[in-house]
């Protein structure tokens, strides 16, 4: 079985332009969550998505937007980027109990 | 909300050691993970140990949810043990986990 996939693996994005990222959650999984990592600290909550809704928001502007498809895939939106948004961004699913992580897709704003 | 907090931040091992890493958390969890993240990003659940006590291989884990913290045993540590850990928990209805800020574990021949 395919574990939660996520893509681009790597962007460059210029200030003030928008990203779209995608994460795939492992199959029969119906939560979907996001996080981000910037460089030397753990990763900070974004969006938490079960069954196409918003279950939970962390403390992000809302330049940050999600949204769960059907096929319980997501997308993280992040409108007029800034530099402070290089960072990793984890997407994660969810059955019951537990987190599995994706390999994460790594922005870079310059 | 819940507070996360790790020790040792840094950790410097010779192949073959064991150790131990603990993680103290503020609040009564209904959810608490160890994971490990390797030098490109990836982050590898290793326990999902809201309570009691778990082992896999040569790693073991340990929830003392009464007292709130968790502790990670790694005995006969090997070089690919390297990276950072991370304990995770939430609590409550919440559905966010909050992260330790890690252990960075660096393990030589």
């Known amino acids: 079985d395919a574990g939660v996939t996520q893509s681009p693996t790597h962007l460059i994005k210029t200030r003030g332009q928008h990203v779209t990222l995608r994460c795939s959650p492992i199959?029969?999984?119906?939560?979907v969550s996001w996080y981000q990592q910037v460089l030397g600290q753990g990763p900070q909550f974004i969006f938490q998505?079960?069954?196409?809704?918003?279950?939970g928001r962390g403390n992000f502007p809302d330049r940050f937007s999600a949204r769960q498809f059907p096929n319980y895939s997501s997308e993280l939106n992040v409108n007029a980027l800034l530099l402070g948004d290089s960072a990793l961004y984890l997407c994660?699913?969810?059955?019951?109990?537990?987190?599995?992580f994706g390999s994460g897709t790594r922005l870079t704003v310059v | 909300g819940i507070q996360v907090e790790q020790s040792p931040p840094d950790l410097i091992l010779q192949e073959g050691a064991n150790s131990t890493l603990r993680c103290n958390f503020s609040?009564?969890?209904?959810?608490l993970q160890w994971f490990h993240q390797n030098p490109w990003g990836q982050l590898i659940n290793l326990f999902y140990?809201?309570?009691g006590t778990k082992q896999n291989g040569r790693l073991s884990a340990t929830t003392v949810a009464t007292e709130r913290y968790s502790l990670l045993y790694i005995s006969s540590s090997q070089t690919t043990d390297s990276g950072v850990y991370f304990c995770?928990?939430?609590?409550?209805?919440?559905?966010?986990?909050?992260f330790g800020t890690g252990t960075r574990l660096q393990v030589t021949l």
């Open positions: 995770a928990a939430s609590t409550g209805t919440a559905s966010k986990l909050t």
């Open positions: 998505y079960y069954e196409k809704e918003e279950r």
């Open positions: 609040d009564s969890v209904n959810n």
């Open positions: 199959s029969g999984h119906k939560s």
């Open positions: 140990i809201p309570s």
């Open positions: 994660a699913s969810s059955a019951r109990v537990g987190y599995t």
